[in-house]
C-alpha cells in the first residue's frame, strides 16, 4: 500500500515553505516589535482543558477534537485550539503573581477533524496573541490593532472587514438567552436539527447559523448586542469609539457570536471580502482562568488562520519574496573546501544568500544545477584557480564573467549589480 499523508494534512516544502515563513515573519516583526512575549505549549493536553475551556455544547468539543487514550489510560487532546492550553499554563506557571498585563503570542499548528474543504484542514497553522490582566476596552482595542497592522504589512487590510460585535456579561447573556428563547419557541420546530440542539446546549450560536430557514427567523429575533446591560453597553461604545479615533474600518455584525464558550462582551473577526471565509477571530474571556481553575484574571486575544491568510496572499499575488540565491561556488579542487566554506560563513554572515556544491559534480552539472536556484552569480574555482589563488566569477543572467584574485572583498565587489 502506498503510503500517503493523512486527508486534511499537508506537507509544506520549496516555495511554499518560503512563503509560510514570509507570513510568519511578519507577525513576528509585529508581536516582539510591540513587546510580546512567546510561549509555546504541548501539541496535546489532557482533554479536560478543552472540556472546559471551550465548552462541551461546542463544535469543537462535540465534533472535531482528536481525543485518545495514552497507554496509561489518561484522555489527551490535539490541541484544537490555542487559548485554553495557554490559559492552562499560564495558571499552572503562576504567570498570576508576575506583573500585568502579560501580553503573550504563539505560532503553531492545531488540530480539528473537519469537512473539508478551501481553506478548512485538519492540521492547520496559526498565529495569535493573548493579553491577560487588563479590565479595560483599551486592551480589546489594543488586540484588534495589532491584529490590523499585521494584516496591513501583508498587504491585506483592504481586502477584508473587520466585524465587532458585544455578547455582554455573563449576567446580561444569562437575560438575554431567556428572551432568545421564548421568541424561538414558536419556531424552534421548523428550524434545523443543529440549531434544535443548540436551542437545548448552547443558544447563542443560533444566531451564527448559516441555514437559510434558520436566518429568516432569526432576523427578527432580538438580538443580544441591544439586550446588553449599560456597563457592557458603554464598554462596547468606547471600543467603537477608539477604533473610530485610530480609524480602524469596522462594521458591527450582530451575528458574530463565536464558536467557543469563553467570549464575553468584544468579539471580531477578520472576514475575506472576495472569498467567503473568516481569516482570524477573537475577542475577551474574562471567566476562562477562573473556569480552568486560576483567580480571576481578564483576558482578550485572537487567532489568524495562516492557512487561510496564505489562500489570500496568493489570490492577490502579495508575496514580496526574493526566490534567488546570490552567489553559488563551484569547487572543483577538494583542497580548497575549507578555505570556501569559510567564505560561504562569511557571506552568510553578511546575509548574502550563498550555496556550494557538496558532491563531486562537473563543472556543466554544477552550472546547470546553479541555474535551477537561479542563483544571481556562480564562483568557479578549479585547479588552475587553487595555483594562482584565483576565482571565476560568473553573472548568470547576462552571461559575463572574470576572474578576480580570491579574497571575501573581491568577491562582494564582484558580486553587486
Ligand atoms: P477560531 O475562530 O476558532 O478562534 O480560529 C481562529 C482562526 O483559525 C479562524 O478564523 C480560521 O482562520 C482558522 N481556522 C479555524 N479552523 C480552521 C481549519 N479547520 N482550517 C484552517 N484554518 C482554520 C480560536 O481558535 C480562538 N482561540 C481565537 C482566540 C484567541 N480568541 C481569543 N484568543
Known amino acids: 500500500m502506498k503510503i500517503t499523508k493523512p486527508k486534511g494534512t499537508y506537507d509544506i516544502y520549496s516555495t511554499d515553505a518560503k512563503k509560510i515563513a514570509y507570513v510568519e515573519n511578519i507577525a513576528k516583526d509585529i508581536v516582539n516589535n510591540n513587546n510580546f512575549n512567546e510561549i509555546r505549549t504541548p501539541v496535546f493536553e489532557h482533554t479536560e482543558v478543552f472540556l472546559r475551556g471551550v465548552g462541551e455544547g461546542t463544535d469543537i468539543v462535540t465534533k472535531e477534537m482528536y481525543t485518545f487514550s495514552d497507554k496509561a489510560g489518561r484522555s489527551l487532546t490535539l490541541k484544537p485550539e490555542y487559548t485554553a492550553s495557554v490559559v492552562r499554563s499560564y495558571i499552572e506557571n503562576g504567570f498570576s503573581s508576575m506583573p500585568s498585563p502579560i501580553k503573550l503570542w504563539y505560532i503553531g499548528t492545531l488540530y480539528r477533524y473537519e469537512k473539508m474543504q478551501k481553506g478548512r484542514n485538519r492540521e492547520f497553522n496559526t498565529f495569535g496573541i493573548e493579553i491577560f490582566g487588563s479590565e479595560s476596552y483599551l486592551a480589546d482595542v489594543y488586540a484588534i490593532n495589532i491584529g490590523n ?210 558532491s563531486n559534480r562537473s563543472l556543466n552539472a554544477n552550472l546547470k544545477f546553479a541555474d535551477k536556484l537561479n542563483s544571481k552569480y556562480v564562483c568557479i574555482i578549479g585547479e588552475d584557480e587553487v595555483l594562482n589563488n584565483t576565482c571565476v566569477i560568473k553573472n548568470m543572467k547576462n552571461n559575463t564573467q572574470k576572474s578576480v584574485e580570491f579574497n571575501l572583498n573581491n568577491i562582494i565587489e564582484s558580486i553587486k549589480e
Open 149 to 358: 497592522k499585521f494584516l496591513d504589512n501583508l498587504g491585506l487590510l483592504d481586502k477584508i472587514t473587520l466585524k465587532i460585535n458585544t455578547i455582554g456579561c455573563s449576567e446580561c447573556r444569562k437575560k438575554y438567552i431567556t428572551k432568545m428563547k421564548e421568541y424561538l419557541s414558536s419556531y424552534i420546530d421548523t428550524m434545523c436539527d443543529d440549531c434544535k440542539n443548540r436551542y437545548v446546549k448552547n443558544p447563542l450560536r443560533i444566531i451564527d447559523c448559516k441555514e437559510d430557514k434558520c436566518k429568516k427567523i432569526i432576523e427578527n429575533m432580538p438580538m443580544i448586542t441591544d439586550n446588553v446591560c449599560d456597563d457592557c453597553k458603554k464598554d462596547f461604545e468606547n471600543v467603537k469609539l477608539i477604533l473610530n479615533n485610530l480609524n480602524i474600518d469596522y462594521i458591527v455584525d450582530k451575528t458574530i457570536v463565536r464558536g467557543l464558550d469563553y467570549y464575553n462582551r468584544t468579539v471580531f473577526e477578520y472576514v475575506s471580502k472576495d472569498l467567503n471565509i473568516a481569516l482570524g477571530g477573537g475577542g475577551r474571556y474574562d471567566k476562562l482562568v477562573e473556569t480552568l481553575g486560576g483567580v480571576p484574571t481578564y483576558g482578550v486575544g485572537f487567532g489568524m488562520g495562516i492557512d487561510r491568510i496564505m489562500i489570500l496572499m496568493e489570490e492577490y499575488n502579495l508575496y514580496k519574496i526574493d526566490y534567488d540565491i546570490d552567489l553559488y561556488f563551484i569547487v572543483l579542487d577538494n583542497n580548497i573546501y575549507a578555505k570556501v566554506i569559510d567564505t560561504v560563513n562569511n557571506l552568510s554572515d553578511l546575509k548574502y544568500i550563498v550555496d556550494m556544491n557538496i
